[in-house]
């Protein structure tokens, strides 16, 4: 028998997240992002749940490949555009579009040979300073792409680095306003988090939004809002069960470093699962997990193959018991991949990303 731990991809909430999405920008297309191979779930896992956006967002020309392979002939966005000059000979050939970053990508265009011109999306590096063209030098990127016979169409776009937090997109937005006012073509600007909290703002929605964490039923905003405000559904399950029980007497400890003492007698459960399947080692004492759908607590270090858990809510737990680190249990109870993050001192996206290959994975 396999290892019992197991990753669940719930299809159905995939879908109701993309239709959640889709309902804060209901005049907007909407790109799935299925970058990092969708945030850890698997490209060819989410492909049919997610078919219904208008447009699939990525950054690597092999998932690109990917998501062209499984029958996908709608818009794909390389959200960093091109690599080196030759990834645009695959995007003439697969026909995807491509953001336009910096100065090189328009030489490589310029000289690149091609009968099908290209949808490019203009990136104005509007406050968060990783790509893009400064305000001041967007506009002569754009006329020297417009004047390009290789491209057929120019659309603007920029990227947020506060849409969840306090000081929020105000000081972006007016630069990127004040810039592409009077420039024609599509406009995408908003990530989950923008498309969620700022929306409300036609100018925010633009004609595409670009929402990924929230499809995967995490809260871009967490802990100031969790999924439930959000309506969102989480949309993989990481389950495992119960190997071993130990009874512990006060003064007993758990695991490496003995990081944790019993101080009264206390039933532990040791589950088959570690920071060599992607739970995250960070995770101390009192970090959430549900056993048999009932909430309880993680003790004790996490290793490399086990952790162990306290099982004093769950009196009926034993051997074999099912044991959930992040989703749904089996009763339907959810404990959201945020709150696990954050006991780890991350993000929901890294937990999901992170997400080791020797787990095996369902979909339903
Ligand atoms: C990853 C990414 C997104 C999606 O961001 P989420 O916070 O996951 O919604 C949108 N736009 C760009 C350019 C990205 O790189």
Known sequence: MPRPILATIHTEALRHNLARMRAAAPDAKAWAVVKANAYGHGIERVYDALRGADGFALLD?????????????????LLEGVFEPRDLELCSRLGLWHAVH????????AAHK???????????????NRLGFAPQRF????????????????SLMTHFSDADGPRGIGHQLRVFNDVTRDLPGERSLSNSAASLRHAADPAVRGDWIRPGIAVYGSAPDYPEHDIAHWQLQP????????????????????????????????????VAVGYADGYPRHCTTGTPVLVEGVRTRLVGRVSMDMVAVDLTPVPQAGFGSEVTLWGRAGNGVVLSIDEVAASAGTLGYELMCALAPRVPVVVE
Request: with cysteine; hydrophobic share 45%.
């Open 61 to 77: 020309l092999a998932e690109a490949e990917r998501v062209r392979a499984l029958g996908w002939r709608g818009p794909i966005l």
């Open 102 to 109: 910096c100065d090189e990508q328009i030489e490589w265009l």
């Open 114 to 128: 091609t009968q099908v011109p290209h949808r490019v999306f203009l990136k104005m590096n509007s406050g968060m």
């Open 139 to 154: 506009r002569s990127a754009w006329a020297r792409l417009d004047a390009l016979p290789q491209v057929e169409e120019i």
């Open 235 to 270: 949309t993989m399950t990481l389950a495992s069960r119960v190997l071993a029980v130990q009874q512990l007497q006060p003064g007993d400890t758990v695991g490496y470093g003995s990081s944790f003492t019993a101080d009264a007698p206390v039933r532990i459960g040791v």
